[in-house]
């Protein structure tokens, strides 16, 4: 089952593996990347740095469609993991029956980049990628950890 669908731009990392698994009890994570689905250096750390109970496998956005589609209907607590908001809008677009629901954590302060919480920026790209998925019936929130207050797209939509 997918129980979560979360963009954060640095996928696995201390605070992945600490909280967010933990809090959301995850026992399989499908990270979502191009780059590093292509990267056999990168592909093998981040198929590493899960503790040993749990999976985690990198995929291409075609890739990982099956994948997902399967997590979808089994019985195992899934984190779908992705770097931007341009790839949850791929997903989107390439997958029906895709869920309609992303958290927005970290994303590191960049060039042009706007503000919506101290620890997450977006640029122009990944702001309009989220307002096309709001379109499609998407519901996209921001918090960096499950014990923050969250903030939803449609209180932070003016500054973009």
């Given at each position: 089952m997918l129980t979560l669908i979360r963009c954060d731009d640095r996928l696995i990392h201390g605070q992945c593996m600490?909280?967010?698994?933990?809090?959301?009890?995850?026992e399989?994570?499908?990270?979502?990347?191009n780059f590093t689905a292509t990267n056999s250096v990168l592909k093998t750390v981040f198929r590493t740095a899960v503790p040993p109970h749990m999976k985690a496998d990198v995929f291409t956005v075609d890739?990982?469609?099956?994948?997902?589609?399967e997590a979808t209907?089994?019985?195992?607590?899934?984190?779908?993991?992705?770097?931007?908001?341009?790839v949850f809008l791929e997903l989107l677009l390439k997958m029906e029956q895709f869920p309609k629901e992303?958290?927005?954590?970290?994303m590191t302060k960049r060039k042009d980049s706007i503000s919506v919480h101290p620890a997450i920026n977006l640029i122009k790209e990944e702001s309009d990628a989220i307002k096309e998925s709001v379109v499609m019936g998407a519901h996209?929130?921001?918090?960096?950890?499950?014990?923050?207050?969250?903030?939803e797209w449609e209180d932070v939509k003016d500054k973009f």
């Open positions: 600490t909280v967010i698994v933990k809090a959301y009890d995850i399989e994570i499908i990270v979502v990347d890739d990982s469609l099956p994948k997902i589609k209907s089994n019985s195992v607590k899934t984190m779908v993991l992705m770097k931007s908001p341009t992303l958290n927005v954590g970290p996209i929130y921001f918090r960096q950890v499950p014990d923050q207050d969250l903030i």
